[in-house]
């Protein structure tokens, strides 16, 4: 099992660590700050051993970390894994923004269903099923979120079960909600968000969150 760190601490950019194995291209580490696609939260940049990560992805309780040709490690070899900082704190940033509004869309609107999410660099996006536009909702829960920034609130991350590796954040007084993305410590990190209505089809609207400059 791979020992992740970036849910210990999600703000640590660089790592030392061991390659535990090795198939070709992809190797696995003993621990690893290094976050894999999961829960429509986007992979990680960076490097391990000096190596651009082409890819990442979970297997089981494992991370593997696809790495160009001929890269030359080899399993018990000590390593150093560095992550795109800049890029992490959006994608942390926006995932929780993300879940604010899909928690107040859930509060509100009973029997609406999430149909899909994703979690990029410039902007998060939520699907849901529902037949009527959200857009006359969004300035209502735009000023909703931000007044939950504006608190600058506790944002608690802990395991439900740790053999499981399932976990979830809490806001006290707000919500607790199974995730096993990587999250900012307070609700003030997030600054100002926009949030923007998009059509996707008959019975699906979108919202898409975007973080203000």
Not at 85 to 93: G, H, I, P, S
Not at 108 to 137: M, T, Y
């Amino acid at each position: 099992m791979t020992k992740k760190i970036f849910w210990e601490d999600p703000y640590q950019t660089r790592l030392l660590t061991q390659v535990s194995k090795i198939e070709g291209n992809d190797i696995c580490l003993a621990s690893t700050i290094f976050f894999a696609f999961s829960g429509g939260q986007e992979s990680d940049t960076g490097s391990i051993g000096g190596h651009a990560v082409l890819a990442a992805r979970k297997e089981g309780h494992d991370l593997l970390y696809t790495l160009p040709d001929a890269h030359g490690l080899h399993p018990g070899q000590d390593v150093e894994v560095c992550i795109d900082w800049e890029r992490r704190y959006r994608l942390m940033r926006l995932h929780f923004a993300a879940e604010l509004v899909l928690e107040l869309f859930y509060k509100s609107l009973p029997g609406i269903g999430k149909a899909g999410a994703h979690i990029a660099q410039d902007k998060a996006r939520i699907d849901f099923a529902w037949s009527e536009s959200i857009a006359p909702l969004l300035p209502a829960y735009a000023e909703q979120v931000q007044a939950i920034i504006a608190a600058n609130l506790d944002i608690r991350c802990a395991f439900d079960d740790e053999v499981a590796e399932r976990r979830y954040w809490e806001i006290a007084g707000f919500s607790r909600v199974p995730c096993g993305g990587t999250h900012v410590k307070r609700t003030g990190e997030l600054g100002q968000i926009r949030l923007k209505r998009n059509n996707i089809g008959r019975g699906k609207e979108r919202v898409e969150i975007y973080l203000v400059p």
